[in-house]
């Protein structure tokens, strides 16, 4: 490595988020500006593919000039990009993928492809010192995955989702009650109101397998909703839209069914991994403010640290992609001009 302060460019283009940021070896995050494309997806209760990536192509180079003027640097400063290549909407990646690609090329500086998991496995260092090895739960829209961290090259997943990730049923569910879309915050509004009481006593699926299910809870919920007589099967609609109490409290039953399977995952994954230090939750379901709490309990009982990132890194971002660029580039693992999406 030179003398030089290496500073990389990262983009995050994966789903509906335009993102850019700057990093510094040295100094650490210099800017991260984020666009996101919710209020053009809401009417439609979802992402709709076509319409991400075309807003990505549209705002893409403004993000990037953003990113670099924040960070009061122009690309002549910069010495690498990173970029999210996988998973995510092919659309989307290969916005962000092209115009990282054509950067390098432009400019002659290294590539480095990101796996946008990474990125987010990764965010809590943006602002943490987190011991290895440690636990990373991540939830977000697309993955639930319980994670051992070793160090920056040995991740292994111990659990994932077999059917919807955690965002993806509240997601679905807040849909189910004619609730705006993205459902997580909204569940949490609601529960709050209704103080994370626990009307319904959803299923917490297999207490004895560590990997996640939740497509069954969606299905719980949707009958009990029927059972009610709040929602019409035949029809696909919802009956109950001016009661509040019932949004209320199938809210919080919901969120506080999703803690307590959070919480049997992490004790049962503690009870293999024994040399763990501390836990990580990341993602956008770790904007959620209870389940936040309630984690950092369990894992202060089992003496574990626990880290989680600031609301702007849990959700997608491009500062956890330009973080986990700089440690790929500090190993020299950077990514030929061929680097496809997947
Ligand atoms: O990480 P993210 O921005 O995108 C993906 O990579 O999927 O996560 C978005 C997900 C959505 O499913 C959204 O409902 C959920 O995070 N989410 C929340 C909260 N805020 C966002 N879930 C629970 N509580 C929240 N406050
Ligand atoms: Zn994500």
Known sequence: ??????????????????????????????SNVLFSQIDLHKAFGGVIPEIA??????????????????????????????????????????????????????????????????GHVFSSFLEHDVPFPHL??????????????????????????????????????????????????????????????????????????????????????LYDLVKKNAYDMQTKTFLADDNLELKQQVASSLLVCVKDIFINKLSLALKQQTDVQAITFVGGVACNNYLKKELRAFAKKRNLKFFTPSRQFCTDNAAMIAFVGAQKLKRGDESPLSLDIF
């Not at 003398?3 to 210099?30: F, H, M, W």
């Not at 192509?57 to 924040?70: H, M, R, S, W």
């Not at 070793?150 to 849909?175: L, P, R, V």
Request: aromatic content about 8%.
């Open 136 to 221: 990373c739960l991540t939830a977000s829209g697309g993955h639930s995955s319980l994670y051992k961290i070793h160090s920056f090259t040995n991740i292994i997943e111990i659990a994932t989702t077999q059917d919807d990730a955690a965002g993806e049923a509240f997601d679905k569910i807040a849909k189910l009650m004619n609730l705006p879309y993205p459902g997580g915050p909204v569940i949490e509004q609601l529960s709050q109101q209704a103080n994370f009481v626990d009307f319904y006593n959803y299923p917490r699926g297999k207490k004895n397998i560590l990997d996640f299910s939740f497509s069954g809870l969606k299905t719980a919920v």
């Open 1 to 30: 490595m030179n003398d030089k302060p290496r500073i990389i460019l990262g983009i995050e283009t994966s789903c509906d988020e335009t993102g850019a940021a700057v990093y510094n070896l040295q100094d650490g995050l210099q």
């Open 53 to 118: 990536s075309r807003s990505q192509l549209e705002k893409i180079n403004f993000i990037v000039q953003q990113a670099l003027d924040d960070a009061n640097v122009t690309l002549t400063d910069v010495d690498a990009i990173a970029v999210t290549h996988k998973p995510g909407l092919p659309g989307s990646l290969l916005v962000g993928l092209c115009f990282a690609k054509s950067l390098a090329w432009a400019q002659q500086i290294s590539l480095i492809g990101v796996n946008h998991l990474d």
